[in-house]
């Protein structure tokens, strides 16, 4: 009986959509980890305020034809080469390239990687057709976004060619795969409008009434991706492979950038632990690497290697805790810019306020920072780690949680310190 009664509660407990849903503790335990959670992992609140809010939907458009820009990688200017010379280092500053570009960091430095990986070569495509294709894409960020702006699309770019590059991920992925995370990176937040799923569902804006509430910017990045590559054969990168390459190929792009929702993001770690990691652990502990097939048939399967590139994605999408303290502080400001002006705004319209810490009066960013690794990053890169080895990440993360939590215990909200 008790077997039974234990086996009916597995059931009910598969049975619900929550499986994945982390377990918050009491209602009023933190109230950084409520908001974060609330904002990100929430659909809105889907109650609609009398002034509705419609997002002015940009036309996407075609690159300013002023800007002067590199026929190859050889035009490249001397200034901008300089600065991309240590972009294999996972220490690479983007800001510095971001100031050397005005703004542009992702053409520039989306020619060099690609050409790094022979993206040309396997996609059969002129390097003035890539040219093309990452001027369109640039073009439709927003610059006027503190955070979610080129620079971050190339900040994950960045980190998802450096992820490219382990062993384990390189033993586990195919050149097709390798091909769309690198699309993926770059085209994944594209036309991002400064404000969250919640907001836009809670605003009724038209993207949330055309995508019905559900992953509703994911699924506009990845539509409209395919949109401005493809109805323009001057920029279109996929003109010259044969249909089920290109169907692969759109398939796993779009996997990808809809993995960046953070809805599931528990949901993919766990997968991503229980499919890879444990079994991995488990012939590791049976004898060392001595069974090399059982490793390789882990590693390859085709449900697994999705999963390698839901979590590569997704690492390089919120890497910002990792990087050297002096970046991982610039990321902060940005995105609790970006947070400050959405609650300003749902003042505003009398908008329900998704994430109330975040108000440029009040809010502790320490604290706001301090959750979110707490919540979202210590498991999920204990786990890439635990695959792809990351030493050098896992100490600036150390290192910044160590800085964050001296803030706070200061009692400073501020991103540093005051002078002394």
Same mark, same amino acid.
């Given at each position: 009986?008790?077997?039974?009664?234990?086996?009916?509660?597995?059931?009910?407990?598969?049975?619900?959509?929550?499986?994945?849903?982390?377990?918050?503790?009491?209602?009023?335990?933190?109230?950084?980890?409520?908001?974060?959670?609330?904002?990100?992992?929430?659909?809105?609140?889907?109650? %609609?305020?009398?002034? @509705?809010?419609?997002?002015?939907?940009?036309?996407?458009? !075609?690159?300013?034809? /002023?800007? +002067?820009?590199? &026929?190859?990688?050889?035009?490249?200017?001397?200034?901008?080469?300089?600065?991309?010379?240590?972009?294999?280092?996972?220490?690479?500053?983007?800001?510095?390239?971001?100031?050397?570009?005005?703004?542009?960091?992702?053409?520039?430095?989306?020619?060099?990687?690609?050409?790094?990986?022979?993206?040309?070569?396997?996609?059969?495509?002129?390097?003035?057709?890539?040219?093309?294709? %990452?001027?369109?894409? @640039?073009?439709?960020?927003?610059?006027?976004?503190?955070? !979610?702006?080129?620079? /971050?699309? +190339?900040?994950? &770019?960045?980190?998802?060619?450096?992820?490219?590059?382990?062993?384990?991920?390189?033993?586990?992925?195919?050149?097709?795969?390798?091909?769309?995370?690198?699309?993926?990176?770059?085209?994944?937040?594209?036309?991002?409008?400064?404000?969250?799923?919640?907001?836009?569902?809670?605003?009724?804006?038209?993207?949330?009434?055309?995508?019905?509430?559900?992953?509703?910017?994911?699924?506009?990045?990845?539509?409209?991706?395919?949109?401005?590559?493809?109805?323009?054969?001057?920029?279109?990168?996929?003109?010259?492979?044969?249909?089920?390459?290109?169907?692969?190929?759109?398939?796993?792009?779009?996997?990808?950038?809809?993995?960046?929702?953070?809805?599931?993001?528990?949901?993919?770690?766990?997968?991503?632990?229980?499919?890879?990691?444990?079994?991995?652990?488990?012939?590791?502990?049976?004898?060392?690497?001595?069974?090399?097939?059982?490793?390789?048939?882990?590693?390859?399967?085709?449900?697994?290697?999705?999963?390698?590139?839901?979590?590569?994605?997704?690492?390089?999408?919120?890497?910002?805790?990792?990087?050297?303290?002096?970046?991982?502080?610039?990321?902060?400001?940005?995105?609790?810019?970006?947070?400050?002006?959405?609650?300003?705004?749902?003042?505003?319209?009398?908008?329900?306020?998704?994430?109330?810490?975040?108000d440029r009066n009040t809010c502790s960013i320490p604290k706001s920072?301090?959750?979110?690794?707490?919540?979202?990053?210590?498991?999920?890169?204990?786990?890439?780690?635990?695959?792809?080895?990351?030493?050098?990440?896992?100490?600036?993360?150390?290192?910044?949680?160590?800085?964050?939590?001296?803030?706070?215990?200061?009692?400073?909200?501020?991103?540093?310190?005051?002078?002394?």
């Amino acid at each position: 009986m008790p077997v039974a009664e234990a086996l009916d509660r597995v059931l009910e407990i598969l049975r619900t959509t929550e499986l994945y849903s982390p377990q918050l503790g009491t209602k009023d335990e933190d109230p950084h980890t409520n908001d974060l959670v609330g904002g990100l992992m929430t659909d809105g609140l889907r109650r %609609l305020s009398g002034n @509705e809010y419609i997002l002015a939907t940009k036309q996407p458009h !075609h690159l300013p034809s /002023h800007l +002067a820009t590199p &026929l190859s990688l050889n035009d490249i200017p001397p200034r901008i080469a300089q600065t991309m010379e240590t972009e294999e280092s996972w220490d690479f500053d983007i800001f510095n390239l971001e100031a050397a570009t005005m703004k542009r960091p992702l053409t520039f430095l989306g020619l060099k990687i690609f050409s790094r990986f022979g993206v040309c070569e396997f996609l059969n495509c002129p390097e003035a057709t890539l040219r093309s294709w %990452l001027q369109v894409i @640039e073009a439709n960020y927003h610059s006027s976004n503190s955070y !979610h702006n080129s620079t /971050h699309a +190339a900040d994950v &770019l960045h980190a998802t060619a450096y992820f490219l590059c382990k062993e384990r991920v390189k033993q586990s992925l195919d050149p097709i795969d390798e091909v769309a995370a690198l699309i993926a990176a770059t085209v994944h937040d594209v036309d991002h409008p400064g404000r969250t799923n919640s907001f836009l569902c809670n605003a009724g804006s038209e993207l949330a009434i055309l995508y019905n509430d559900t992953a509703v910017l994911e699924s506009h990045h990845a539509a409209l991706a395919f949109q401005l590559t493809t109805r323009d054969d001057k920029c279109n990168i996929f003109k010259n492979i044969e249909r089920n390459e290109y169907r692969t190929l759109r398939q796993a792009i779009i996997d990808m950038v809809l993995a960046t929702e953070m809805t599931k993001h528990f949901e993919h770690v766990n997968k991503f632990v229980n499919s890879i990691n444990k079994p991995l652990a488990a012939l590791e502990e049976n004898g060392g690497n001595s069974d090399e097939e059982s490793v390789k048939n882990i590693l390859t399967s085709p449900e697994n290697r999705i999963l390698v590139k839901r979590m590569l994605i997704k690492c390089a999408d919120i890497s910002n805790p990792c990087r050297p303290l002096e970046l991982c502080i610039e990321w902060a400001g940005r995105i609790s810019e970006e947070y400050f002006a959405q609650t300003d705004e749902e003042k505003r319209q009398g908008l329900p306020v998704v994430m109330p810490v975040f108000d440029r009066n009040t809010c502790s960013i320490p604290k706001s920072q301090i959750s979110f690794i707490d919540y979202f990053i210590t498991d999920m890169f204990d786990a890439w780690d635990a695959f792809a080895d990351l030493p050098n990440l896992m100490q600036h993360l150390d290192n910044n949680f160590k800085y964050w939590k001296g803030l706070d215990e200061r009692k400073l909200h501020s991103l540093r310190p005051p002078p002394e």
